[in-house]
């Protein structure tokens, strides 16, 4: 899976994020697994601290829906998606 920085090559980071969040088709993490809400809208957040353990994470996430790895800098956010 490939993973879409929005930072150039140079200025990249792979540590230190906040977490990651998806605001597509009310998909949002429930204890241990991803679950549809029926609102439409709604966002979910998970902590996640790096780009590694963001790879991993996706791996069990719903096929085709976009996650962002927020950063605490502006601009250096990672997007992702789904792999399962």
């Not at 241990?32 to 790096?50: F, H, I, L, P, V």
């Not at 790879?55 to 601009?75: C, H, N, T, Y």
Request: hydrophobic share 35%; aromatic share 16%.
């Amino acid at each position: 899976m490939k993973l879409k920085y929005e930072a150039i090559k140079q200025n990249r980071v792979n540590h230190k994020f906040m977490g990651f969040t998806t605001f597509e088709n009310g998909w949002w993490f429930n204890k241990d697994k991803w679950e549809q809400n029926a609102k439409a809208g709604c966002s979910s957040y998970q902590d996640c601290r790096t780009v590694k353990a963001f790879r991993r994470k996706l791996k069990s996430a719903p096929k085709g829906v976009e996650f962002v790895l927020v950063s605490r800098w502006v601009g250096r956010d990672v997007i992702g998606f789904g792999g399962l």
